[in-house]
């Protein structure tokens, strides 16, 4: 009996001491040990204040520490190989400079209640900005990649249509309309206006006007006489079609290379480019549009949106 009592109390002292010495090991049971020694007593990294690292949010309590990287940089689109950029795949050394921004002009006031002020005829127009405008007449070309070229290069064009010569064709140029191109009129039938009565001249004009409203909700404000010729009666007709400009052109681009209707034999800011009809089956649209680019860009301009001037 008095071994099990003195067994029992051996067993009762040993517990009490472990217990003891367990509770010492916290730093805070040790008053007179200085800062520092409690300080690597509790692990690596309190010596210096550190605090331990929160896990990386959205990380659950058994994956790593490892950050994640932001959405934004998730997301970052694939880089595109200098071979694959728009401007070389349609034949050019470098992109088109972005033309200065602009609004859209409102066009002339008009001359009064009674009757609108004649339209001014320009080949050019006076601006500082090293632009020039790209023009196309008729719409019997009607290539579905120069479409493709025209949303790739963001290539602000102008499109002067022509009803008898576009037929049934008005879709493709719904589908440049989409992509940034301006339609403007070109008479109903490409009829030479100068010399014709009043009549005969507005009905070729305001008939135009009419259907491009049908076909795509729009009046143009712009119109180009068929091979440029005109006369009072013809503004006169044309202002009471609400039309704003007469636009002619003071460059045109022909299947290899430019030809100037007067002034320097050289591209100037604001000049207007006409981009011939090809009757010949040479070079496509497309290919003559590129050979016009490169020479734009050799003469350190670029192309601007006739309608944001005019």
């Known amino acids: 009996m008095r071994r099990r009592t003195a067994l029992l109390a051996s067993v009762t002292a040993l517990t009490v001491t472990l217990t003891g010495c367990a509770r010492s090991a916290d730093p805070a049971e040790h008053p007179g040990r200085t ?58 050394a470098a992109p088109l400079a972005p033309a200065p921004a602009r609004t859209a002009a409102a066009g002339p006031l008009a001359g009064g209640p009674s009757r609108p002020a004649l339209p001014p005829v320009v080949d050019r127009i006076p601006t500082r900005d090293k632009v020039v405008f790209l023009t196309y007449d008729d719409g019997a070309e009607r290539d579905p990649r120069f479409v493709t070229m025209v949303r790739e290069l963001r290539l602000p064009v102008s499109m002067f249509l022509t009803d008898s010569v576009v037929g049934p064709g008005y879709a493709h140029f719904a589908r440049l309309r989409s992509v940034g191109a301006g339609l403007q009129n070109h008479t109903l039938d490409h009829a030479a206006l100068r010399g014709l009565p ?77 981009v011939d009809p090809d009757e010949t089956g040479g070079p496509s649209l497309r290919e003559r549009t590129t050979r016009l680019l490169r020479r734009i860009q050799e003469q350190g301009l670029t192309v601007g949106r006739l309608e944001d001037y005019l």
Do not use: N
């Open 35 to 92: 800062a520092t020694e409690r300080a690597r007593s509790a692990g690596p990294g309190a010596e210096r204040g550190a605090r331990p690292r929160a896990p990386a949010v959205g990380q659950g309590a058994g994956q790593g520490t490892r950050p994640q990287a932001p959405a934004a940089e998730r997301a970052e689109r694939p880089h595109t190989p200098a071979a694959e950029q728009p401007y070389r795949r349609w034949g050019l």
């Open 198 to 274: 009043y009549a005969g001249q507005r009905a070729e004009i305001c008939g135009q006007q009419d259907k491009l409203k049908a076909r795509f909700g729009l009046r143009p404000r712009l119109f180009r006489p068929p091979y440029g010729a005109y006369d009072t009666v013809t503004l006169r007709a044309a202002a009471d079609c609400g039309i704003t400009a007469l636009v002619l052109w003071r460059a045109a681009m022909g299947p290899t290379d430019l030809t100037y209707t007067h002034g320097s034999h050289r591209l100037r800011p604001g000049d207007v480019v006409a």
